[in-house]
């Protein structure tokens, strides 16, 4: 039986709202304890951003995922013609395979990729012309000099010659069929859709603990927020590295902007303007992921900042009457999240180890059985998407356990650090990474 999306929408926000009023009323005692402590402002606080507001997060993401019917993606009778885009700067070690995998996709439509080097100091422009050279549909587009990822995507723009446009990280590595998938979902999604996010993966989730962390990330948490924002409507990234996107509404819109966070502003260009932004659950690709901590951390700066500077660039969106705003206010609560976990959580872990139950105790503890019922739902959904492509989940139980809290203490830090230095408006660095 189909259920329409509002529908579905208004059951998983029912369900999450029971949730938090039960949260409410259940940690009513705490809230007493704690105020004697730190105020009654604090105290509310801290417990609404450690507790009420990721548990109506978590309630309103196993219900949308309960919810979850996607319609089928068909076959087209005739495939949009592609103009890929690779932004990059010193890949030589993946550009080879990542333009191989493209090559050998059969992709049943005329496709040109465009390699834009912005000013690499390595062989990567060598490597990428002995490709062009072979008779294959490659042109390498050289840059004097390092001018970003979003200033390369824009040369590469404006001498795409087809209508549809398709971005790839130059580190990536497609997954089989992964283009005919993503064009396939485009044209089947709804009219107004200019953009669709694929699906990232780890491609080097063995190097060490970081990349097995971050392995579960992206099939988890990165993925299962996509899939729940699309079946509400509210895609609110289509990331750089691997999305497809309408050449006539990147043009509208400017193009990708001179930020750190290009992909995410582009995006809410495109929500402003009233269009949609899809995703493709079976559309995958493998990226290479920070393998040391100080890169992590470097990243998950970038993306923090490129929230607010979404945030800066459109704040209009926030008042617009459609269900991706749901989302879009879903984000502005992250900032407070992440500073409550940084500034009150972890310090409250600390005073438990030494009997201080005020902030770290039985109601935080009781948040973890429903944080695994929550991620065996989530495990559940994208192993299904897994064995329909042929793909096994391997046994990774270390990533796992330190992705259930140790991981949280690297990247909500480093969050908060991403948006003191954004509101300070300090120097932004970026590459084409």
Known sequence: MYVNVKTKFGSAFLIAAAWCIFSIWASRYWFDDLSILVGPWLAAFLIGFIAIIPGFMNAFMFSSLLLDKRPLRKHLDTYPELSILIACYNEEKYIVQTIESILTQAYPAKYEVIVIDD??????????????????????????????????????????????VVTIDADSYLFKDALSRIAERYVNDPSNTRAVAGTTLVRNSRDNWLTQSQEWDYFHGIATVKRVQSLNQGTLVAQGC???????????????????????????ALLQKGYRVGYCEDAVIFTVVPNTLSGLIKQRQRWARGMIEAFKFHPKILFTRRLSTFFIWWDLFFPLMDIAFTFGFLPGIVLA?????????????SLFPIALLINWIMFHTENKMFKEQGLHVRQNTLGFLIYLLPYSMILQPAAVLGYLVEFLGLKKVWGTK
Do not use: C
């Open 119 to 164: 000013g690499s100091q390595d062989k990567t422009s060598e490597l990428v012309k002995q490709i062009a050279a072979a008779d294959n549909p490659v042109r390498l587009i050289q840059l004097n000099s390092n001018q970003g990822k979003a200033a390369a995507l824009n040369v590469g723009l404006a001498q795409a010659q087809y209508s549809k």
């Open 242 to 268: 691997f999305s497809i996107y309408d050449k006539a509404a990147l043009n509208e819109v400017g193009g990708w902007p001179q930020v750190v966070g290009e992909d995410i502003v582009l995006t809410w």
């Open 353 to 365: 180890l030494f009997g201080h139950y005020w902030i770290v105790g039985p109601m935080t503890l």
